[in-house]
């Protein structure tokens, strides 16, 4: 717990609610977009919509956020020659597992005031229906969940390179990778840990060739897919950790 | 009690041994001076000590107690540190990141005060250390080892970057920590002259291995005396000499006697002066702790 209070102590400065903050207005502006372009048949599909776009903008904004994220919080530590001071008061093992936490906790207040956002955009545009809260609170969990992934994967990176642009390059093609994955096969989707934004989409999409009209449909959550999740986030645990734990300062 | 003991302490990478079974032994509150040339195996020694890296072979004691993966933060809760540069956050003040290390440590919030106000920094406190000199940051690298005020200190290399004004300001510093505070200082140098001035206690490291340890009084008793006398004729001069059973050898451009009494001398000199000899100089010579050094280390190393 000490640890994890120094985690964002450290971070004073750093501009972290900057970084979320650009994160949420590119989400917005895109969804913006996206929505100005709508006809009204398909604006009664309201919630749908948004919950289908933003796991599309999920795949591409936050593999790259969680390399920022990551990189901002692991940066300081090789910049300022710290481990050696850190490692004679706690293990690796608890520095390591406090940064995570950190970029659990951040991750998780970023998507959750996405949350509150996207209920009072779906009011104010007055999307048919009521709230879907359930599947919105999913979303976010699902959301949160993959970015968690990545970010170990990341946090991974960050720790074991001190220069950084690996584990942005890393990110980069993360989200280059995300948006490619929506259009692979299921199959192969699941082996790239990038494109579980798409493969954990609560909504499913059919567009009609006919009359080019564009029909949204709720999906059940893919418990399956969500193992394969929790199977990539541990591999990426075990590495990072071991890799950041044998390393001597 | 001795603040620290190694046995058989030894460090491979890859195929080199870097730290060659080392037996230090660091008496509590003396000033240790760590020598040794660049590349030597000082940091590594001091990081094993620390627990920092993981010797191949050997043991630590630090304070009494074996220093053991189970046991380290334990033992480092009483050992403070500051291995090779300095660590700190640049976009936090210099008090913010004393708050780092004393929320660490677990030590009262009062110290952050006291250890600015001994390495004077009390008024950059509220400036960021990404803006501070280089004396600066190590004077602030000074301040957190010093926060918990340990039982031991462990200083690699402090002075490393700073100007004479700095090192003279550090060496101070460091000097009066076991008196005022009663710690035991180990300070790692490539320098002799500046563990001349501070330690009571040296160890010389060559390629791995320590090549002698004792009192500095000790290292200074191996400084040899003799004469060096420089005439217009060395040659006849080392003759007379010899025949007056007085061993001499050539060095340069002059003789090298061994050390005289003052009759002895004049004796010397009134030979020459009545062989018609110009004495161009006598001079008392004495192996610096340089040579010494070098011998320990360089020369001995080219053998």
Same mark, same amino acid.
């Given at each position: 717990?000490?640890?994890?209070?120094?985690?964002?102590?450290?971070?004073?400065?750093?501009?972290?609610?900057?970084?979320?903050?650009?994160?949420?207005?590119?989400?917005?502006?895109?969804?913006?977009?996206?929505? *100005?372009?709508?006809?009204?048949?398909?604006?009664?599909?309201?919630?749908?919509?948004?919950?289908?776009?933003?796991?599309?903008?999920?795949?591409?904004?936050?593999?790259?956020?969680?390399?920022?994220?990551?990189?901002?919080?692991?940066?300081? /530590?090789?910049?300022?020659?710290?481990?050696?001071?850190? /490692?004679?008061?706690?293990?690796?093992?608890?520095?390591?597992?406090?940064?995570?936490?950190?970029?659990?906790?951040?991750?998780?207040?970023?998507?959750?005031?996405?949350?509150?956002?996207?209920?009072?955009?779906?009011?104010?545009?007055?999307?048919?229906?009521?709230?879907?809260?359930?599947?919105?609170?999913?979303?976010?969990?699902?959301?949160?969940?993959?970015?968690?992934?990545?970010?170990?994967?990341?946090?991974?990176?960050?720790?074991?390179?001190?220069?950084?642009?690996?584990?942005?390059?890393?990110?980069?093609?993360? *989200?280059?990778?995300?948006?490619?994955?929506?259009?692979?096969?299921?199959?192969?989707?699941?082996?790239?840990?990038?494109?579980?934004?798409?493969?954990?989409?609560?909504?499913?999409?059919?567009?009609?060739?006919?009359?080019?009209?564009?029909?949204?449909?709720?999906?059940?959550?893919?418990?399956?897919?969500?193992?394969?999740?929790?199977?990539?986030?541990?591999?990426?645990?075990?590495?990072?950790?071991?890799?950041?734990?044998?390393?001597?300062? | 009690?001795?603040?620290?003991?190694?046995?058989?302490?030894?460090?491979?990478?890859?195929?080199?041994?870097?730290?060659?079974?080392?037996?230090?032994?660091?008496?509590?509150?003396?000033?240790?001076?760590?020598?040794?040339?660049?590349?030597?195996?000082?940091?590594?020694?001091?990081?094993?000590?620390?627990?920092?890296?993981?010797?191949?072979?050997?043991?630590?004691?630090?304070?009494?107690?074996?220093?053991?993966?189970?046991?380290?933060?334990?033992?480092?809760?009483?050992?403070?540190?500051?291995? /090779?540069?300095?660590?700190?956050?640049?976009?936090?003040?210099?008090?913010?990141?004393?708050?780092?290390?004393?929320?660490?440590?677990?030590?009262?919030?009062?110290?952050?005060?006291?250890?600015?106000?001994?390495?004077?920094?009390?008024?950059?406190?509220?400036?960021?250390?990404?803006?501070?000199?280089?004396?600066?940051?190590?004077?602030?690298?000074?301040?957190?080892?010093?926060?918990?005020?340990?039982?031991?200190?462990?200083?690699?290399?402090?002075?490393?970057?700073?100007?004479?004004?700095?090192?003279?300001?550090?060496?101070?510093?460091?000097?009066?920590?076991?008196?005022?505070?009663?710690?035991?200082?180990?300070?790692? *140098?490539?320098?002799?002259? /500046?563990?001349?001035?501070?330690?009571?206690?040296?160890?010389?490291?060559?390629?791995?291995?320590?090549?002698?340890?004792?009192?500095?009084?000790?290292?200074?008793?191996? *400084?040899?005396?003799?004469?060096?006398?420089?005439?217009?004729?060395?040659?006849?001069?080392?003759?007379?000499?010899?025949?007056?059973?007085?061993?001499?050898?050539?060095?340069?451009?002059?003789?090298?006697?061994?050390?005289?009494?003052?009759?002895?001398?004049?004796?010397?000199?009134?030979?020459?002066?009545?062989?018609?000899?110009?004495?161009?100089?006598?001079?008392?010579?004495?192996?610096?702790?340089?040579?010494?050094?070098?011998?320990?280390?360089?020369?001995?190393?080219?053998?």
């Amino acid at each position: 717990m000490k640890l994890l209070r120094l985690e964002f102590y450290k971070c004073r400065r750093r501009k972290v609610a900057l970084v979320c903050a650009a994160v949420l207005a590119a989400q917005l502006f895109w969804f913006w977009v996206v929505l *100005s372009r709508q006809s009204e048949e398909e604006m009664r599909q309201g919630w749908l919509l948004m919950l289908y776009n933003f796991a599309v903008l999920d795949a591409i904004v936050l593999p790259l956020t969680t390399a920022v994220l990551a990189s901002r919080s692991c940066e300081i /530590e090789h910049k300022g020659c710290t481990l050696k001071l850190l /490692e004679t008061a706690a293990t690796p093992a608890q520095l390591y597992r406090a940064k995570l936490f950190w970029g659990a906790l951040t991750l998780a207040g970023l998507l959750l005031l996405r949350g509150i956002l996207l209920v009072g955009i779906g009011k104010t545009l007055g999307f048919p229906g009521a709230v879907p809260l359930e599947q919105l609170i999913w979303f976010s969990v699902f959301s949160w969940a993959v970015s968690l992934m990545l970010y170990l994967l990341q946090q991974g990176l960050s720790l074991r390179y001190a220069n950084q642009a690996v584990a942005l390059v890393c990110g980069i093609f993360g *989200s280059f990778t995300g948006l490619m994955s929506l259009l692979m096969p299921t199959q192969l989707q699941r082996f790239v840990p990038w494109s579980y934004y798409g493969l954990l989409s609560l909504v499913g999409m059919d567009w009609d060739e006919a009359t080019h009209v564009t029909s949204f449909y709720w999906l059940d959550p893919p418990i399956t897919d969500f193992t394969l999740l929790a199977l990539w986030a541990l591999l990426f645990f075990v590495i990072g950790r071991t890799l950041f734990v044998r390393k001597e300062v | 009690m001795n603040s620290i003991e190694t046995h058989g302490l030894s460090k491979q990478y890859g195929g080199a041994l870097r730290v060659n079974h080392l037996d230090l032994c660091v008496p509590e509150g003396c000033i240790y001076g760590f020598l040794g040339p660049n590349g030597a195996g000082k940091s590594t020694t001091l990081k094993m000590i620390l627990g920092l890296v993981r010797p191949t072979q050997g043991s630590i004691e630090v304070l009494g107690q074996p220093m053991e993966h189970a046991n380290r933060l334990a033992v480092l809760r009483q050992v403070g540190s500051l291995i /090779e540069s300095p660590s700190y956050y640049g976009h936090l003040t210099g008090e913010e990141n004393l708050r780092i290390v004393q929320t660490l440590r677990g030590v009262p919030e009062k110290n952050i005060h006291e250890v600015l106000q001994i390495v004077r920094l009390d008024n950059q406190q509220s400036k960021r250390v990404a803006h501070y000199s280089l004396g600066m940051k190590q004077r602030l690298g000074l301040a957190a080892a010093l926060l918990g005020f340990p039982k031991l200190l462990i200083l690699d290399e402090p002075t490393n970057g700073l100007d004479p004004a700095g090192i003279q300001e550090m060496r101070e510093l460091i000097c009066e920590l076991p008196t005022r505070f009663g710690m035991t200082v180990v300070v790692s *140098s490539h320098l002799l002259s /500046e563990i001349d001035q501070m330690a009571d206690q040296v160890g010389i490291i060559r390629e791995g291995e320590l090549v002698f340890q004792d009192t500095l009084t000790r290292l200074h008793d191996r *400084s040899q005396h003799h004469l060096a006398l420089r005439t217009s004729n060395n040659t006849v001069a080392q003759a007379l000499l010899t025949q007056q059973q007085v061993e001499c050898c050539v060095e340069g451009d002059c003789l090298l006697l061994p050390p005289l009494c003052d009759t002895a001398a004049a004796d010397v000199i009134r030979l020459l002066s009545e062989n018609r000899l110009g004495i161009f100089r006598l001079e008392e010579r004495k192996k610096s702790l340089e040579d010494i050094f070098l011998e320990l280390t360089g020369k001995a190393a080219s053998l």
